[in-house]
Every structure is written in C-alpha cells, then in structure tokens.
Nanobody, 124 residues
Framework: VQLQASGGGLVQAGGSLRLSCVAS????????VGWFRQAPGKGREFVAT???????YYADSAKGRFTTSRDNAKKSVYLQMNSLKPEDTAVYYC???????????????????WGQGTQVTVSS
C-alpha cells in the first residue's frame, strides 16, 4: 500500500489547512489511518486516528481544532486543521494499518504503511 500525503503549506497563526492522504489500494476502507507529525529536533508524535467505522481519536493537542475524516470511494483520508498555532509546525505524515489494536493507535510502530510527509508551517 502506498500513501500520498499533501496539502501542507505556510499559514498564519489562527489559519486553517486541510491535509489529504490518498491510498493506492481499493481496499482502503479496511484500514485504520493515523496522522502523526514531527517537528524539527523532536520525535514523531500522534495527532489523530480514524477507524474503519469512522470513529476518531485525537491527541489532546488536536482536540477541538483538528478533525479527521475519510472518503473511502476516493481512497482518501483528510485532516482538517483549524486555529493553527506556531507549535503545530511540523512534517505531517499519514499512516495506515489493516490490523491494529486500539491501544496501539497512538504508537507509530502500530502502523505498517507510511506516506512521505507534508510540511506544515505556521507563522506567528
């Protein structure tokens, strides 16, 4: 499975961006998809996950500001990011796994497939 993330860019604080993650497989509806980010000099951190049944999970830093959704017909998952802050600046990655337990949703090691990342820069 190949994942292609896009939609990053430069935005002012308080602005919005919508990231997209498109998969190569028509069976994408069977995959749990996670979003992670990595800021300069820091490790990769969990942002959000969307399950096959469309239930979602968010990091505390993302709750109330970010929303993840999916369109299985388009083999796509989205991350709508509102009220962006400078501390949201990072490379954002989408990741997918067909078999992952709930306790591993926030763990990057639980995901088998990764996109290449898209840069999000939020200026103050």
């Amino acid at each position: 499975v190949q994942l292609q993330a896009s939609g990053g860019g430069l935005v002012q604080a308080g602005g919005s961006l919508r990231l997209s993650c498109v998969a190569s497989t028509s069976a994408f509806s069977n995959y749990v998809v996670g979003w992670f980010r990595q800021a300069p000099g820091k490790g990769r951190e969990f942002v959000a996950t969307i399950r096959r049944d469309r239930n979602t999970y968010y990091a505390d830093s993302a709750k109330g500001r970010f929303t993840t959704s999916r369109d299985n017909a388009k083999k796509s998952v989205y991350l709508q990011m509102n009220s962006l802050k400078p501390e949201d600046t990072a490379v954002y990655y989408c990741a997918a796994s067909r078999n992952i337990i709930v306790s591993s949703y926030t763990n990057e090691n639980g995901y088998h497939y990764w996109g290449q990342g898209t840069q999000v820069t939020v200026s103050s």
